[in-house]
């Protein structure tokens, strides 16, 4: 089983392990795939920069180099703010207890970006799902820790729990104050009677 989250609403203790709802496991999904003439699938793999060297996909990684060209690792590396003070970072969601303290509505849910959405299953989870009823629950959410968490949003189907993970969107409101000015066409110029040429009928 799973890693568990510790969830805690109305002082009881939830243990439940999440699984990703993957969108290709609801609708399915479609690949395709070269083969040779005998039928092997064929494999991606790219070239160096000599254009002799293959190099099978998989086989190459984003690093960083110090000042002198040495590899750096990224344990080596320190956050920090745009102040230049130094980030704290945070523990994953899976260490310590979650408390369902918060209450959104629905609008504030909709207002986010959701990039994943979790079931909630093990003992207990109908009735954790019983629990919630038609309420939202917020909390900050970091799956592996970090040094920012996104929001994450207990909700459930009357059956089951689940939670939703994003960020809220930023939308730039349009207002009134810039006023658009239309574009009038140019008058005609009208032709005067002595260019008038006969020969033009």
């Known amino acids: 089983m799973a890693k568990a989250l510790n969830l805690i609403l109305g002082g009881s203790t939830f243990a439940l392990a999440p699984t990703k709802v993957e969108r290709k496991k609801l609708y399915g999904w479609t690949e395709l795939r070269a083969t040779d003439p005998d039928g092997n699938v064929c494999r991606?793999?790219?070239?160096?920069?000599?254009?002799?060297?293959?190099?099978?996909?998989?086989?190459?990684k984003i690093g960083?180099?110090?000042?002198d060209g040495?590899?750096?690792?990224?344990?080596?590396?320190?956050?920090?703010?745009?102040?230049?003070?130094v980030a704290e970072a945070i523990p994953s969601s899976?260490?310590?207890?979650?408390?369902?303290?918060?209450?959104?509505d629905t609008e504030k849910l909709m207002d986010c970006i959701v990039t994943s959405v979790y079931q909630l299953e093990g003992e207990g989870a109908e009735e954790l799902a019983k629990a919630i009823g038609n309420d939202i629950y917020t909390f900050p959410f970091s799956y592996r820790g970090g040094y920012?968490?996104?929001?994450?949003?207990?909700?459930?189907n009357g059956t089951t729990p689940?939670?939703?993970?994003?960020?809220?969107?930023?939308?730039?409101?349009?207002?009134?104050?810039?006023?658009?000015v239309v574009d009038e066409p140019d008058d005609e110029v009208e032709?005067?009677?002595?260019?008038?040429?006969?020969?033009?009928?």
């Open 44 to 60: 991606q793999a790219g070239l160096d920069s000599n254009g002799v060297t293959i190099i099978p996909k998989g086989a190459t």
């Open 64 to 67: 960083m180099l110090r000042e």
């Open 70 to 85: 040495n590899w750096m690792e990224k344990d080596e590396l320190q956050a920090l703010h745009a102040d230049g003070s």
């Open 94 to 104: 899976f260490e310590g207890e979650i408390k369902l303290e918060q209450k959104v």
């Open 148 to 156: 920012d968490a996104s929001d994450g949003f207990l909700l459930s």
């Open 162 to 180: 689940f939670i939703f993970v994003g960020t809220e969107a930023l939308f730039e409101m349009i207002g009134l104050e810039e006023q658009a």
């Open 191 to 201: 032709m005067e009677e002595d260019e008038l040429d006969f020969s033009m009928f």
